[in-house]
């Protein structure tokens, strides 16, 4: 069994900063990707940023000079930090991870339970 466990998440002013973190945690062999993506009332999920095992990372230009993704493989990590706020940054922001279990062959898309991030004017 895995678990994604999300942190982090509130209600700010717009300017302001918060950092979302996310715990792999379970019978984990590897694991790919990590990233956050967000979806607001009414809209898709959408990417915010992931963060490749290799090192890459992929920014989603809403969010590019604001946001940075960052990870610790040892701890089975991810964070976002969030600088500058915007309104429409509003929220419910979900951690995704890739992942290879002890009782699969193949990796597997894991979701966390979702943080929700309001952003006021």
């Known amino acids: 069994q895995v678990q994604l466990v999300e942190s982090g998440g509130g209600l700010v002013q717009a300017g302001e900063s918060l950092r979302l973190s996310c715990a792999a945690s379970g019978s984990i062999l590897r694991i790919n990707t990590m990233g956050w993506y967000r979806q607001a009332p009414g809209k898709q999920r959408e990417l915010v940023a992931t963060?490749?095992?290799?090192?890459?990372?992929n920014v989603a230009d809403s969010v590019k000079g604001r946001f940075t993704i960052s990870r610790d493989n040892a701890k089975n990590m991810v964070s976002l930090q969030m600088n500058s706020l915007k309104p429409e940054d509003t929220a419910v922001y979900y951690c995704n991870a890739n992942i290879l279990t002890l009782r699969s062959n193949t990796y597997r898309s894991y979701w966390g339970q979702g943080t929700q991030v309001t952003v006021s004017s």
């Open positions: 963060f490749g095992s290799g090192g890459s990372t």
